[in-house]
Structures are given as structure tokens and as C-alpha cells.
T-cell receptor, first 114, second 113 residues
Framework: SAVISQKPSRDICQRGTSLTIQCQVD?????MFWYRQQPGQSLTLIAT?????????ESGFVIDKFPISRPNLTFSTLTVSNMSPEDSSIYLC???????????FGQGTRLTVV | GQQLNQSPQSMFIQEGEDVSMNCTSS?????WLWYKQDPGEGPVLLIA?????ELTSNGRLTAQFGITRKDSFLNISASIPSDVGIYFC?????????????FGQGTELSVKP
């Protein structure tokens, strides 16, 4: 399985600011995804990070709030913009390969907005 | 949207007991995955199931892909304290979107030594 590193592992941010989370994989992967896990809840898919094109967002998530970049097959970023306390969550990067249904996760970024 | 109903929500058991949890859905899934999440960590893949009826083991863990493709269960035999954590089922609807998953609500397992 791929080794997935997320940075930062945690942060405390002021409301109204933005935070960019990085996801680095030790091998090339076809698919990269970003999930959100609100406190005590399950995981919800935010978007699919597409290499060289705009990310594909799930219902309820928009690019202005969660801009995503994916410049190559091993790296992606998620920005949480104009944060409010409701954005306090764990944000998780996940990777998989086309037609290979197994998915692996980074350790997550625990975000607290005050 | 699609939902996975996972039960039970939590379990408190004695060390050595067997554990069973399951997920059901009104949708048909092509893949079922079971993950464990420890505090402060991301989910770790335990078992992946690809075919209806498939029964797969990983040590003390056994999982099955339901015949109807709408459900799956996970069993843990002879539980030990390090089994403590949150277990999630996850399903994938389409083959060509590796990693795009729908998650159950999780089962929080507590094991008393």
C-alpha cells in the first residue's frame, strides 16, 4: 500500500482565515480524494482531485470554499477557505487506483477553528 | 444520496468474546471495505471484498460480501484490548472510481480486559 503523508497534522486557526493542507504520496496513484470527518462522525467525500484539471466536487461542497490542486500524480492540496467554527473537522486525504477499489488514507489533519 | 446503515453504533465487550457488526444499504455495491480507525489516526484498511458471497479472513477478522450486494458483515473472534477503536464499513458503487467510497456511521468497540 502507498505511504501517504499529510501536513499539517493539526492546526488551530482563526475564523475568517484559510488553511492549506498538503497530501504527499510515495508512489504515483491514479485517484486522490479528500474527505471530511466531523467530530464523532463518519467520513464524507468532499471531492476527487483530478490531475491537471478542476476537482470534481460532491453535493454540498463547492470550489470557492474548498479549492483543490493536483499538479502531479503524487501530490494534492486542499484549502479550507474563510473558515468558521463549523469547519472544525478532521480532513483526510485518500488514494486509490483506477479500477482498483482499495483505498488508503493519510493520518488526517485535525483542524480547530476558533 | 446513498447511505450505509451500520450497526451497532457501539459495543462494550469482555476480552475473549467474539464481535459482529454489519452494514446494510438500499443500493447495490460492487465492493465492500472494512476499516479501523484509532484516535488521531486515519482509517486503516482491514479487509476488502469484491464479489457477492465472498468470505475473506485477515487473522481473527472475517468479513462477508452479502449475496444481494446490499450488505456486509465483519466478525472479530477472541477480542483483545488492542481491538479497541472505531470500525467503518465502506462501499464503492462503481468499478472505475477506485477510492470513491460511501462510509457507514461506524461501530465503536470497547474491550474490557
Amino acid at each position: 500500500s502507498a505511504v501517504i503523508s499529510q501536513k499539517p497534522s493539526r492546526d488551530i486557526c482563526q475564523r475568517g482565515t484559510s488553511l492549506t493542507i498538503q497530501c504527499q504520496v510515495d508512489s504515483q496513484v491514479t485517484m486522490m480524494f479528500w474527505y471530511r470527518q466531523q467530530p464523532g462522525q463518519s467520513l464524507t467525500l468532499i471531492a476527487t482531485a483530478n490531475q491537471g484539471s478542476e476537482a470534481t466536487y460532491e453535493s454540498g461542497f463547492v470550489i470557492d470554499k474548498f479549492p483543490i490542486s493536483r499538479p502531479n500524480l503524487t501530490f494534492s492540496t486542499l484549502t479550507v477557505s474563510n473558515m468558521s467554527p463549523e469547519d472544525s473537522s478532521i480532513y483526510l486525504c485518500s488514494v486509490g487506483n483506477w479500477a482498483n477499489t482499495e483505498a488508503f488514507f493519510g493520518q488526517g489533519t485535525r483542524l480547530t477553528v476558533v | 444520496g446513498q447511505q450505509l446503515n451500520q450497526s451497532p453504533q457501539s459495543m462494550f465487550i469482555q476480552e475473549g468474546e467474539d464481535v459482529s457488526m454489519n452494514c446494510t444499504s438500499s443500493s447495490i455495491f460492487n465492493t465492500w471495505l472494512w476499516y479501523k480507525q484509532d484516535p488521531g489516526e486515519g482509517p486503516v484498511l482491514l479487509i476488502a471484498l469484491y464479489k457477492a458471497g465472498e468470505l475473506t479472513s485477515n487473522g481473527r477478522l472475517t468479513a462477508q460480501f452479502g449475496i444481494t450486494r446490499k450488505d456486509s458483515f465483519l466478525n472479530i473472534s477472541a477480542s483483545i484490548p488492542s481491538d479497541v477503536g472505531i470500525y467503518f464499513c465502506a462501499g464503492q458503487l462503481q468499478y472505475n472510481q477506485g477510492g470513491k467510497l460511501i462510509f457507514g456511521q461506524g461501530t465503536e468497540l470497547s474491550v474490557k480486559p
